[in-house]
């Protein structure tokens, strides 16, 4: 990553809440740690709370000192850091409060204001309408836009149509904190830079795509607010289509933003639909029961604080999806999310296809596809699944099914890996969009999820239950049983 050029006035709204302090501001330490952030930068916390700059900078110190347990707040970088640090006390719903932040933060020459929305997507409109009060929506102003951008497609409209009216297309960054990952990014080198991947990408050589997000937490704590979402919303809307989209795009004619944008809508555009004909077949949908999470037991999604004893909302879904074009005609795609899992593992496995004629028949009754994996989280990597001769002696030749696994730890263990908010932060402070989504692309997200939803409402069966510290439900394993395949579940 290289600095940021510009000098900007970070204006971070929701600066007390769960999200900055866990991610955001330790994302700026470490941006500043690297000399990333402009020397006359500024980082403005803006919330409702009455405070002091000081006790700002107390609380900011505290978040660093709780969540960067691996790296120690290092004193000479935390006096350049707190430099750098403001508070505005702003009530978001009082238009007139803005007029602070105007004081604060006027729209200044050689200035670059960027205000992130770390709140909740409701109070969108009314930070749009108060930037605008003060003139903080004029060029060369930024916002960046956390997720979830509404509920459904009609919500989703109405908030992207309201900040729309105060800033132009090309100042909003919509964030998805997967786009910033190291592995993600990796994709497009892996596929487009080797020859050997891209010469191979298509139905042509590849069985099918897995990608699976698993998560062992629950809800915690926010009960409440996963009650109105659920895991297709929460998860497959934005983070599995976005990966979804950078596996099966077109390469791109160049690396720039409106290429690559325009790369994935087609993607998106290309899903067949699920509706009520063919949902039963295509999708499962679960809800964990009581068990055990490694060595802890772990209470089951009605038995979870404010827990409410009719829901139906899924915490775990799988999906079969087809992409209705040239590259992937007849390739599945099988989609897999869900919280109280066995372990934390979000990856990618693809899945090439046998070879047609089998030589070593005599040993190996039938030769393993290869398979590449690519995982995200947590330890981040590419794998190659592939066959090998077994050193020794003999007339028959032995094989055995070997890995050449490139951990980025390993290969690069003089680099840091930096998280994905710095990088995001840092090319939202660049002006570079291209790790950014769309509003196109969350609108043919919304629309796919919606049909899904709506298929849902048809028929009358409920979320099956798994027990907490398994796979999801046992309909999970026949989605791809019935195609003849399974899970990868050997990691």
Same mark, same amino acid.
């Given at each position: 990553?290289?600095?940021?050029?510009?000098?900007?006035?970070?204006?971070?709204?929701?600066?007390?809440?769960?999200?900055?302090?866990?991610?955001?501001?330790?994302?700026?330490?470490?941006?500043?740690?690297?000399?990333?952030?402009?020397?006359?930068?500024?980082?403005?916390?803006?919330?409702?709370?009455?405070?002091?700059?000081?006790?700002?900078?107390?609380?900011?110190?505290?978040?660093?000192?709780?969540?960067?347990?691996?790296?120690?707040?290092?004193?000479?970088?935390?006096?350049?850091?707190?430099?750098?640090?403001?508070?505005?006390?702003?009530?978001?719903?009082?238009?007139?409060?803005?007029?602070?932040?105007?004081?604060?933060?006027?729209?200044?020459?050689?200035?670059?204001?960027?205000?992130?929305?770390?709140?909740?997507?409701?109070?969108?409109?009314?930070?749009?309408?108060?930037?605008?009060?003060?003139?903080?929506?004029?060029?060369?102003?930024?916002?960046?836009?956390?997720?979830?951008?509404?509920?459904?497609?009609?919500?989703?409209?109405?908030?992207?149509?309201?900040?729309?009216?105060?800033?132009?297309?090309?100042?909003?960054?919509?964030?998805?904190?997967y786009l910033g990952k190291?592995?993600?990014?990796?994709?497009?080198?892996?596929?487009?830079?080797?020859?050997?991947?891209?010469?191979h990408w298509s139905h042509?050589?590849?069985?099918?795509?897995?990608?699976?997000?698993?998560?062992?937490?629950?809800?915690?704590?926010?009960?409440?607010?996963?009650?109105?979402?659920?895991?297709?919303?929460?998860?497959?809307?934005?983070?599995?289509?976005?990966?979804?989209?950078?596996?099966?795009?077109?390469p791109p004619s160049r690396?720039?933003?409106?290429? &690559?944008?325009? %790369?994935?809508?087609?993607? =998106?555009?290309?899903? /067949?639909? #699920?509706?009520?004909?063919?949902? +039963? @077949?295509?999708?499962?949908?679960?809800?964990?029961?009581?068990?055990?999470?490694?060595?802890?037991?772990?209470?089951?999604?009605?038995?979870?604080?404010?827990?409410?004893?009719?829901?139906?909302?899924?915490?775990?879904?799988?999906?079969?999806?087809?992409?209705?074009?040239?590259?992937?005609?007849?390739?599945?795609?099988?989609?897999?999310?869900?919280?109280?899992?066995?372990?934390?593992?979000?990856?990618?496995?693809?899945?090439?296809?046998?070879?047609?004629?089998? &030589?070593?028949? %005599?040993?190996?009754?039938? =030769?393993?596809?290869? /398979?590449? #994996?690519?995982?995200?989280?947590? +330890? @981040?990597?590419?794998?190659?699944?592939?066959?090998?001769?077994?050193?020794?002696?003999?007339?028959?030749?032995?094989?055995?099914?070997?890995?050449?696994?490139?951990?980025?730890?390993?290969?690069?263990?003089?680099?840091?890996?930096?998280?994905?908010?710095?990088?995001?932060?840092?090319?939202?402070?660049?002006?570079?969009?291209?790790?950014?989504?769309?509003?196109?692309?969350?609108?043919?997200?919304?629309?796919?999820?919606?049909?899904?939803?709506?298929?849902?409402?048809?028929?009358? %069966?409920?979320?099956?239950?798994?027990?907490?510290?398994?796979?999801?439900?046992?309909?999970?394993?026949?989605?791809?049983?019935?195609?003849?395949?399974?899970?990868?579940?050997?990691?």
């Amino acid at each position: 990553m290289t600095s940021s050029a510009a000098c900007c006035d970070l204006i971070l709204f929701g600066a007390l809440g769960d999200l900055a302090r866990r991610k955001l501001l330790p994302a700026m330490y470490q941006l500043e740690k690297s000399g990333l952030l402009h020397a006359d930068a500024r980082i403005i916390g803006v919330a409702r709370d009455s405070l002091t700059d000081a006790a700002f900078k107390q609380q900011v110190l505290e978040s660093l000192q709780q969540f960067m347990t691996k790296d120690p707040v290092d004193e000479e970088i935390w006096q350049r850091f707190v430099g750098k640090l403001q508070y505005c006390e702003i009530d978001l719903s009082d238009l007139s409060a803005y007029d602070a932040l105007a004081k604060v933060a006027p729209l200044t020459k050689g200035r670059t204001p960027i205000s992130y929305f770390a709140t909740p997507p409701a109070l969108f409109p009314l930070i749009c309408d108060g930037l605008a009060r003060v003139g903080l929506n004029q060029q060369p102003s930024r916002v960046v836009l956390e997720k979830p951008l509404g509920h459904d497609f009609k919500s989703s409209q109405k908030i992207n149509n309201h900040v729309a009216q105060h800033f132009d297309e090309s100042q909003i960054y919509r964030i998805d904190h997967y786009l910033g990952k190291e592995t993600v990014l990796n994709l497009l080198a892996l596929r487009f830079a080797n020859s050997i991947f891209a010469d191979h990408w298509s139905h042509n050589t590849i069985d099918h795509i897995q990608i699976t997000a698993a998560e062992q937490v629950g809800v915690e704590g926010r009960w409440g607010y996963y009650d109105d979402a659920g895991q297709l919303r929460d998860m497959v809307q934005n983070h599995l289509l976005q990966v979804l989209s950078l596996i099966a795009m077109e390469p791109p004619s160049r690396l720039d933003t409106e290429c &690559i944008r325009e %790369e994935k809508l087609k993607v =998106l555009r290309s899903l /067949r639909p #699920i509706t009520d004909r063919n949902v +039963d @077949e295509d999708t499962v949908r679960g809800q964990y029961t009581k068990g055990f999470v490694g060595d802890k037991t772990a209470p089951g999604y009605l038995e979870e604080e404010g827990a409410r004893q009719d829901s139906n909302t899924e915490t775990f879904v799988a999906l079969k999806t087809h992409i209705d074009n040239w590259r992937w005609s007849g390739v599945p795609f099988y989609l897999r999310t869900g919280k109280r899992m066995p372990q934390k593992r979000t990856e990618v496995v693809i899945t090439f296809k046998r070879q047609p004629h089998n &030589i070593f028949h %005599e040993t190996v009754a039938q =030769l393993p596809p290869n /398979r590449l #994996i690519i995982r995200l989280q947590p +330890d @981040e990597g590419v794998e190659i699944q592939m066959m090998n001769k077994v050193p020794g002696l003999g007339k028959k030749m032995q094989l055995k099914p070997t890995t050449l696994d490139l951990s980025f730890y390993e290969t690069f263990e003089d680099k840091r890996i930096a998280d994905a908010y710095e990088r995001l932060l840092l090319e939202a402070m660049q002006g570079n969009q291209y790790l950014f989504v769309s509003r196109d692309e969350v609108e043919y997200a919304w629309r796919w999820i919606d049909g899904i939803r709506a298929a849902w409402e048809q028929v009358a %069966e409920g979320p099956r239950s798994y027990q907490a510290g398994s796979w999801g439900p046992s309909a999970s394993v026949t989605l791809l049983a019935q195609d003849g395949r399974e899970w990868d579940d050997d990691a």
